[in-house]
């Protein structure tokens, strides 16, 4: 309040240098059909560009917000994949060992969910208030990863991600059946009460869960058309749901996602 806008607000200015390694892995393709790749890589499984059940094992970047771009922003992870052809089938099995959460802005930006003191009030009133009007410009971003969550998964063999998918071509139609046993990288957010708060610490827990997702997809062409079905099913996924005063309430519940997609091409010019 009290600070001069014109469609930016010129007093809260930040700059930020950003350098990364991303896709960055070694492949071998050896005998007997067997494809081998190690490093920094996405593997996005399913055969929809959004929205697609199967693609979880890479974290996005949802700092421009959950639907910049024309496709998810994928953050490639370390992982080891092996495929191979054993007969008319094809086998795709992927290891990642290490945790990578989503790319979440908490604070500072435009799509954060603690923009200011007064939009914090749902996860611990006044404190967590006070708590983030008192962070500096120059520090949001390293407090952003701090408070996405209170609790992360180690970096041990029992926390990795899982999953193996397998396809085949019957009559014209390409078959895919998909298990994946992965991190739910939205956090489960809850405020602690006075009797927690009590002991000391932040005014809110975040931790995340385990989730199986069971898919499948199969894609057909007819003429210059191809069809793309897909559907996957997980009995417990992280989603948040409105109690009754408004607020946002994680819960885990069993959900099932479906899409279908169509691609046209006209001779060599339109697609």
């Known amino acids: 309040e009290g600070e001069p806008f014109a469609i930016t607000n010129a007093r809260r200015i930040k700059g930020v240098f ?4 991303r896709d960055a892995y070694v492949q071998w393709q050896g005998v007997a059909g067997l494809d ?21 094992l ?63 009030q749902a996860l611990g009133g006044e404190l967590t208030g006070i708590l983030i009007s008192g962070i500096d410009e120059s520090v949001e971003d390293a407090w952003s990863r701090d408070l996405q969550a209170t609790e992360v998964p180690m970096d041990l063999p029992g926390s990795a991600d899982v999953g193996v998918r397998v396809g085949a071509q019957v009559g014209g139609v390409d078959l895919h059946a998909a298990y994946l046993y992965v991190w739910d990288r939205i956090p489960e957010l809850r405020a602690r009460g006075p009797e927690a708060l009590a002991g000391g610490g932040l005014p809110f827990d975040s931790t995340y869960s385990r989730r199986h997702v069971l898919g499948g997809d199969l894609t057909f062409a007819a003429g210059d058309f191809v069809f793309r079905l897909e559907s996957g099913w997980s009995p417990d996924r992280t989603i948040y749901e409105l109690d009754a005063e408004g607020a946002p309430t994680p819960a885990r519940r069993a959900t099932t996602l479906s899409g279908a997609g169509v691609d046209w091409t006209h001779d060599t010019d339109l697609v």
Not at 38 to 56: E, F, I, K, M, R
Not at 78 to 84: G, I, L, N, S, Y
Request: proline content about 8%.
């Open 18 to 21: 950003e350098a990364e390694m």
């Open 36 to 56: 081998l790749t190690v490093g920094n890589q996405v593997v996005a499984w399913g055969v929809l560009d959004l929205a697609s059940a199967q693609d979880v």
């Open 58 to 120: 890479n974290p996005v970047d949802y700092r421009a917000g959950l639907g910049a771009g024309d496709e998810p922003a994928r953050i490639p992870i370390f992982a080891a994949r092996a495929e191979r052809r054993l007969g008319p089938l094809h086998v795709d099995a992927v290891v990642a060992p290490f945790f990578v959460p989503h790319r979440i802005d908490m604070l500072g930006s435009d799509y954060s969910p603690l923009g200011d003191a007064n939009a914090s």
